[in-house]
């Protein structure tokens, strides 16, 4: 069996990202949102380290320390507002939280 | 290596954010009655410095390196640096209104505030991947707290929550256009993406990475079709956060969409132009149709920034250095007339008003000031000559014309006069007898008037005079399309 290259890795970042984009628009609970917005991010990673591994210099294994900090701050914050919510409002469902209208 | 005295300007605002921090621990109650002053006071110095040159760049077509290429100091960037700090000390002289320099939590709200600015400045000046997106990010995180701030008020939680999640896929969009964009070019440097741009520019990878680049952008600036959170959003913020959103973040966006479309991308101009110039149109028009059916002040002008993004993006779409210039008078514009119309907000209701438009019936007999400043605002976002709205339209259909064709230039003058039609219900509304229950108004304060003040000022000397700053913008423009 061949060993995996740079495509296999795009291919499965891929994957990742667009079922983290369908969790964002799909799920109805806050928490499982939040969760799928850090598979898009992990997606982002994955195709960082792919490249940087597959011959583009260490630079995108450093950008991708900077994004998991990154990360780690807006899921500080988001569940911040999340609990403050919660509260509030006894829910953290998307269908209960519709009153200012799209 | 990192030369921290190119980092001068960052660092004071930094420095300022530490000096808030530590006096709120320590100062006595009696001692803040000032603070909000004393911050724009010493934004607004810096302002003043940065316009001057700052002492980094010897002259207007210098360019300064530091951090091993990834932080750049030209004209656009300090420029930018200007811009951020005037709307920064708006934003927080709006905060030392409502809620208030003794309300608690306000020291942490104007280090927030500091830390979105700070973001913009460091975004004028990011030249590789790593600093674009950290500095987005740092203006984001802060905006998403910034928003949900009033944590008693579900109204404001909702809006926050819906900014985070959309505002985070956002981000995540840009940043896996990002990873493409650094896998396609081999380094995250824009000197060297640029090449990339010129020399591969039919790789897939590059041009799908381009493209989710854009879409990221799209939603920070509010362009159709990534525009829907934007109503929902200003609704539930508190004002001074809605100023921040749309006197920071969307001139943020902008300015990184000016810098990604005619420095990095330039390369690729004949294939971004007719997508941008789309994009302009239907924002334009969107905005313009959208508020005409709205009775409330906050979603109106969430419509009415969607209608002005239409406006620079479409200023965006001619690649020339005037379209640029263009943009940036048109920023200036929107700052100082957005910054009125927020002032008159924050004067003429408390802190948990919703300001639906009957709620304003009466202001014009209570407090003519703020009537004035309400006026002024919304005539400056309309366009009425001799204000700065005006000539800023009219550079931007100038270039429309020149470069996209009448077409273009139709649909622009139609989402202005359709926006300029609500304009006139909120001015309508402003100047009618009072109904009962509109909210009683408290007066106006000292630091209010000056900001009022000064912000009709800058509006009338930047629409009457324009050469007062075409020099500088079209220093920056150079400076950015070289």
Known sequence: MEPPGLNHWLVVSAMLFCIGAAGVVLRRNLLVVLMSLEIMLNAANLALVAFSRYGNGLDGQIFVFFVITVAAAEVAVGLAILVALYRLCGTVRVSDIATLKL | ?482
């Open chain 2, 1 to 482: 290596m990192i030369h921290p005295s190119v980092l001068r300007l960052e660092l004071a605002v930094v420095g300022l954010m530490l000096a808030v921090l530590l006096g709120d621990a320590f100062a006595r109650k009696a001692s803040r009655r000032y603070w909000g002053a004393a911050v724009a006071a010493a934004l607004l110095a810096l302002a003043g410095y940065a316009a001057a040159g700052a002492g980094i760049l010897p002259n207007a077509s210098a360019r300064v390196f530091t951090a091993e290429g990834g932080f750049l100091v030209d004209a656009f960037a300090l420029w930018v640096k200007v811009f951020a700090l005037v709307a920064t000390a708006v934003c927080v002289l709006l905060t030392s209104r409502t809620p208030g320099e003794d309300a608690p939590g306000f020291a942490e709200q104007v280090v927030l505030q500091l830390g979105v600015g700070l973001g913009m400045m460091v975004l004028g000046s990011a030249r590789d991947l790593i600093s674009f997106y950290v500095s987005l990010e740092l203006m984001a995180i802060g905006l998403y707290l910034l928003v949900a701030w009033r944590k008693e008020d579900p109204l404001s939680l909702e809006a926050g929550v819906k900014y985070l999640v959309y505002g985070a896929m956002a981000s995540a969009i840009l940043l896996y256009g990002m990873a493409l964009v650094y896998g396609a070019a081999g380094s995250l440097e824009f000197g060297i993406i640029r090449q990339a741009a010129a020399t591969r520019s039919d790789s897939i990878v590059l041009l799908a990475g381009f493209a989710l680049l854009l879409a990221g952008l799209g939603f920070k600036v509010s362009a159709v079709p990534f525009h829907w959170w934007t109503p929902d959003a200003y609704e539930g913020a508190p004002v001074p956060s809605m100023a921040a959103l749309s006197l920071l973040s969307k001139p943020a966006g902008f300015i990184i969409l000016a810098r990604l479309l005619f420095d990095v991308f330039w390369p690729l101009h004949a294939m971004w132009q007719g997508p941008v110039a789309w994009a302009g149109a239907a924002t334009l028009l969107w905005g313009g149709l959208g508020g005409l059916s709205q009775t409330n002040l906050k979603r109106l002008l969430a419509y009415s920034g969607i209608s002005h993004s239409g406006f620079m993006l479409l200023a965006l779409a001619s690649p020339t250095r005037s379209g640029v210039a263009a943009m940036l008078y048109y920023l200036l514009a929107y700052l100082l007339s957005a910054g009125l119309v927020f002032t008159a907000m924050c004067g003429a209701a408390g802190p948990g008003a919703r300001y639906d438009l009957r709620d304003l019936s009466g202001l014009g007999r209570k407090s003519p000031w703020l009537a004035g400043a309400l006026l002024l605002g919304l005539f400056g976002l309309g366009g009425i000559p001799p204000l700065a709205g005006f000539f800023g339209k009219l550079l931007v259909i100038r270039c429309v014309v020149s470069e996209s064709g009448w077409g273009f230039a139709a649909a622009a003058v139609g989402g202005a006069v359709g926006s300029l039609y609500y304009y006139l219900v909120v001015v309508k509304a402003a100047l009618s007898p009072e109904e009962n229950g509109a909210p009683p108004i408290a007066p106006v304060g000292r630091s209010l008037r000056a900001l009022t003040a000064a912000l009709a000022f800058g509006l009338l000397l930047v629409g009457a005079w324009p050469a007062s700053v075409w020099g500088a913008l079209r220093n920056a423009a150079e400076a950015l399309c070289q």
